[in-house]
């Protein structure tokens, strides 16, 4: 594996793993008429955030890469920002639905990488993480509507 490859996949084990704590921040603060739903959900998609952080983690290190593996290190290299406290369930909603979008597109370009270099095993792994992100995009959004 190329170091270009590892940091790029090094940037969306952080993008799910700051998003894993994210969701959790969504899950504990959200209120309002449709909590019981949101609450559940929150919590639907940080346990799948979890799934895919570990097995794009285990991925990493099955082709000899170096996995990041702190909050530091995930702070740094992620393009998703954490979550704010002042948030009502619209504005959680919409940026799970922007951070997922995001994440769909950055692991997009790690796939694409992946296949670049001749790794179809990954770029298939990023890619089935693609098909759930957009499974949950649809979602999402049909819920905001």
Known sequence: MTKKLNDSLNVQLANWSVLYFKLHHFHWYVKGPHFPVL??????????????????????????????????????AATIVEA?????????????????????GGLKSAADLADEEGDAATADVLTGQIEELQKQLWMLKSTLA
């Open 84 to 104: 704010d406290k002042a948030k009502s369930e619209n504005d959680m909603l919409s940026a799970t639905i922007e951070d997922l979008a995001s994440l769909a």
């Open 39 to 76: 609450h559940v959900k929150f919590e639907e998609l940080y346990e799948l955030a979890a799934l895919k952080l570990d097995e794009l983690a285990e991925r990493i290190l099955a082709i000899e890469g170096q996995p990041l593996s702190t909050m530091k290190e995930f702070l740094s």
